[in-house]
């Protein structure tokens, strides 16, 4: 009796083994069943869609059918507007009267200007991070590409490292993250959060510039997993699902490391393809992918 019941324990063992196999050969489409439709929301970065900065991006956006909008801080030009209560305000409103929510922030500018040697950066970034907590937004995108790349950059990189640890308690305090969008691998972005020593400082991964890189982004993804705090879904040149990455396998990636964050379109306009009419199969394409 007693000889036999390790036996029997294996043979369950293997049952079990052999239905989680065959689960695993469903369909992909039948397996968003698992995922809450409200995990992927689907937004834009207010540049792509001709809104830089302008806060008639949401309307816009609400043309096209997207839930929400990453929105510019500002420009040089207009001091980082998005710092005035005012404009804020306007923003507040306009995202009631359309309905699109904020998304998210980004400080594109420090492409040009940037925040490894410009010191104008630095009060961009701490007041950034009290502009989104007012706007209710919990991540501000800092660009590291241009005059900014850190790219076999070490200097650049001490000093942003530098910079970084001065503003993580702030962020910290208000609950808001620092994501670092940048040329880098994934292994030098986890250097360099693990040298700033902040839950707050994470990664913003796009995955055309990854790919473009050369790197693995289905690695990439579950390697950084905690550490991405929003994701760019982008094409260059190309319609989502007509270029080189498989959103499919994006998706699978993402709900592997519990992803709940945004996702938003940037670039993913063919050459000569009209803005509208792109963003609209854009977006329809990652909600067939994303929500099912």
Request: proline fraction near 2%.
């Amino acid at each position: 009796m007693m000889s036999n019941r390790p036996i029997q324990r294996m043979n369950r063992r293997e049952a079990t083994r052999r239905i989680a196999l065959g689960l695993a050969s469903i369909s992909f489409s039948e397996s968003l069943l698992d995922n809450p439709r409200h995990r992927y929301q689907i937004g834009a970065c207010d540049w792509s869609i001709g809104g830089h900065s302008k806060i008639e991006a949401l309307d816009t956006a609400k043309a096209i059918g997207l839930d929400g909008l990453q929105i510019s801080l500002g420009n040089v030009e207009n001091n980082m507007h998005l710092r005035r209560a005012d404009v804020r305000d306007a923003y507040r409103e306009a995202s009631k009267r359309t309905g699109i929510k904020l998304g998210s922030l980004a400080i594109g500018e420090m492409n040009s200007v940037p925040y490894k040697s410009d010191p104008r950066t630095e009060a961009w970034v701490s007041d950034s991070i009290d502009v989104a907590k007012d706007l209710g937004i919990q991540v501000v995108l800092l660009a590291f590409f241009g005059k900014g790349d850190l790219k076999n950059d070490a200097a650049g990189t001490r000093e942003v490292i530098r910079r970084l640890k001065k503003v993580a308690s702030k962020a910290e305090a208000a609950d808001v993250y620092l994501a670092i969008e940048s040329w880098l691998s994934a292994e030098e972005h986890m250097e360099i959060i693990e040298a700033v020593g902040s839950s707050h400082v994470k990664v913003y991964y796009d995955v055309a510039n990854s790919t473009q890189m050369g790197y693995d982004i289905y690695r990439e993804i579950d390697l950084l997993k905690d550490l991405i705090c929003e994701v760019h879904m982008k094409e260059n040149g190309a319609l989502l699902g007509k270029g080189v990455i498989d959103f499919v396998k994006v998706r699978r990636a993402l709900d592997a490391i519990h992803y709940q964050g945004w996702i938003h379109i940037e670039g993913a306009i063919p050459k000569g393809a009209e803005m509208m009419a792109s963003y609209k199969a854009n977006q329809q394409f990652l909600r067939q992918i994303f929500q099912g």
